[in-house]
């Protein structure tokens, strides 16, 4: 189905910082990516540009639109949703329906009720008299509810205790995903949606350190948790980076063939938020 987004040298500069730096990537249509970096490390940034709300350099289509020349088009196939997002406080929850009913084709109002009538959030109730978790509830039902080609989610649960996170990503995979549409997620909690991906991107300072499917991570890299003397033979073995586990330490590899490393403990592919300590961090 070709791709959905593509990236050439794309940069973001503020003043003498580079918040993204000249990376390359492409976007699969129908993946679920996940964006990881830590704070600072340009993902807002990055998904800001996507969507045309920032200047940039380089080259960028998305849905084979330029962004920031073709953004009113670009909004009829992309929804969005930020950390920051800000709800009309005076507003009443069923107002904000009709208004967005009624600028908006493709909102689809009886999915959104559906998505509410499962939360404490009730159309007579007022946006400034709603927790914060309900209003990222009513802002995802809004969100979730307009038939896009791409969804942008910018730490999608933040305010969510984890039982409404859980909720949420069940219901974004089963209600709102299929194979026709694109979403890129980007959180903190990357254990929790880790079961729901395609493809990673991880960023740091800028620059893209990875870009890949889940399937080839299966099958470049693994971890071995190796105890006692094996630890030592582990360690002068070219790998990414390591960690301290009971007994010894968990110490992933990319490339290096799995009998070579299976007389040395236990392998396993390893789990995203630790690829990305090594990658980034390396040994700790």
């Known amino acids: 189905m070709g791709n959905i987004v593509e990236a050439k040298g794309l940069t973001r500069r503020f003043g003498d910082l580079l918040a993204v730096d000249h990376v390359d990537f492409s976007i699969p249509a129908g993946a679920v990516v996940g964006l990881i970096g830590p704070n600072g490390a340009g993902k807002t940034t990055l998904l800001r540009s996507l969507l045309g709300?920032?200047?940039?350099?380089?080259?960028?289509?998305?849905?084979?639109?330029?962004?920031?020349?073709?953004r009113a088009r670009l909004m009829q196939e992309v929804s969005f949703i930020a950390?920051?997002?800000?709800l009309p406080r005076w507003?009443?929850?069923g107002e904000l329906l009709d208004y967005t009913e009624g600028v908006h084709p493709q909102f689809d109002r009886q999915r959104a009720e559906r998505f509410l009538s499962t939360t404490d959030v009730t159309p007579k109730r007022r946006?400034?008299?709603?927790?914060?978790?309900?209003?990222?509830?009513?802002?995802?039902?809004?969100v979730m509810s307009i038939d896009a080609r791409l969804l942008v989610l910018?730490?999608?649960?933040?305010?969510?205790?984890?039982?409404?996170?859980?909720?949420?990503?069940e219901q974004l995979m089963t209600d709102y995903y299929d194979e026709e549409r694109t979403i890129v997620i980007s959180t903190h909690q990357v254990d929790e949606v880790q079961h729901i991906l395609t493809d990673v991107m991880f960023i740091n300072r800028g620059k893209l350190v990875l870009s890949r499917s889940m399937q080839d991570i299966e099958?470049?890299?693994?971890?071995?948790?190796?105890?006692?003397?094996?630890v030592d033979k582990a360690l002068s073995l070219p790998h990414l980076g390591?960690?301290?586990?009971l007994g010894g330490r968990a110490?992933?590899?990319?490339?290096?063939?799995?009998?070579?490393?299976?007389?040395?403990?236990?392998?396993?592919?390893?789990?995203?938020?630790?690829?990305?300590?090594?990658?980034?961090g390396g040994d700790n």
């Open 127 to 142: 946006v400034r008299d709603l927790s914060k978790g309900m209003m990222v509830q009513l802002h995802l039902a809004l």
């Open 242 to 245: 390591s960690h301290s586990i």
């Open 83 to 86: 950390d920051t997002a800000v």
């Open 154 to 169: 910018d730490e999608p649960t933040l305010g969510l205790d984890l039982l409404f996170r859980k909720r949420f990503y």
């Open 219 to 230: 099958e470049n890299f693994v971890q071995l948790n190796a105890v006692g003397g094996a």
């Open 91 to 93: 507003a009443r929850v």
């Open 251 to 280: 110490i992933i590899f990319e490339g290096l063939e799995r009998s070579t490393l299976a007389p040395l403990g236990e392998l396993r592919t390893p789990s995203i938020s630790d690829l990305f300590v090594a990658m980034v």
């Open 53 to 70: 709300l920032a200047d940039y350099q380089g080259d960028l289509e998305v849905l084979g639109l330029v962004p920031r020349r073709e």
